[in-house]
């Protein structure tokens, strides 16, 4: 009788870990959820959340957005330097992508619509770190999972 409350116990306990490990990749930042890179950790106030990880910190943004030629020149003016911007499509998002330089700082900021929802998420690395590549860049896996939550 034992064994067999400990078998059923234990199954439980898996099972409760599994469905665990399935919700805990997704998260919800305003009206939308994605898939988040496994390792990093996470904050959030409103409709902007933060992850960050050894390697990079992300910022992500769901909300009303300026022109992306008006956000280009406030950030000039703060002191960035532009060093490349380029508009491109992705699985059938049309994405404005702005690099900068500040204090030895890379940031790549990517303003997308997706689900008739506006999206900023910036990348920041170090000026000696490479833009990662598609499959390894978390902003691509984040945009690839973006949906309307609900």
Do not use: H, W
Not at 77 to 88: A, F, N, S, V, W
């Amino acid at each position: 009788m034992n064994y067999k409350s400990f078998f059923i116990l234990g199954l439980l306990l898996v099972t409760l870990c599994s469905i665990s490990a399935i919700y805990a990749d997704t998260y919800v930042v305003g009206n939308s959820s994605f898939s988040l890179p496994d390792g990093y950790t996470l904050s959030e106030k409103d409709n902007q959340v933060v992850l960050y990880n050894d390697e990079y910190l992300l910022t992500m943004y769901e909300g009303p957005v300026l022109s992306t030629e008006e956000a280009k020149n406030n950030r000039i003016d703060m002191g960035y330097t532009l060093i490349g911007e380029r508009d491109y499509d992705f699985d059938g998002v049309s994405i404005n992508q702005q690099n900068y330089n500040n204090n030895g700082i890379n940031t790549c900021v990517y303003t997308f619509e997706k689900n008739n929802q506006t999206y900023i998420i910036t990348l920041n690395l170090f000026e000696n770190q490479d833009i990662p590549e598609y499959g390894d860049n978390p902003v691509t896996q984040i945009i690839d999972t973006l949906e309307i939550a609900g």
